[in-house]
Nanobody
Framework: QVQLVESGGGLVQAGGSLRLSCAAS????????MSWYRQAPGKQRELVAV???????TYADSVKGRFTISRELAKNTVYLQMNSLKPEDTAVYYC?????????WGQGTQVTVSS
């Protein structure tokens, strides 16, 4: 089962940017989809963005136009570029993969946006 490690979270002011990284322990070439989810305190985990093996991307309405998911196959890494951050983007962000071996989650990285 692939291991996922997120990084890049931190504290940023509203309007700022962060780039999250999700490094996989093995090739992501054959992984069906890799996604970013987030979970704010007291709320359910929600899907933020998805990138499929074919490169198709999908976004939650709340982040469209502000966040971009991308991948670098040579580095087995998926990114989430987050621009124009808002306080309501504050959450723990998790990386997820779905592939032939099943699904995996990373440990999460905290993103805090101050107003």
């Amino acid at each position: 089962q692939v291991q996922l490690v997120e990084s890049g979270g931190g504290l940023v002011q509203a309007g700022g940017s962060l780039r999250l990284s999700c490094a996989a322990s093995e090739s992501i070439f054959n992984i069906n989809a890799m996604s970013w989810y987030r979970q704010a305190p007291g709320k359910q985990r929600e899907l933020v963005a998805v990138i499929t093996s074919g490169g198709t991307t999908t976004y939650a309405d709340s982040v469209k136009g502000r966040f971009t998911i991308s991948r670098e196959l040579a580095k087995n890494t998926v990114y989430l570029q987050m621009n124009s951050l808002k306080p309501e983007d504050t959450a723990v962000y998790y990386c997820n993969s779905v592939g032939p071996g099943g699904g995996s989650w990373g440990q999460g990285t905290q993103v805090t946006v101050s107003s």
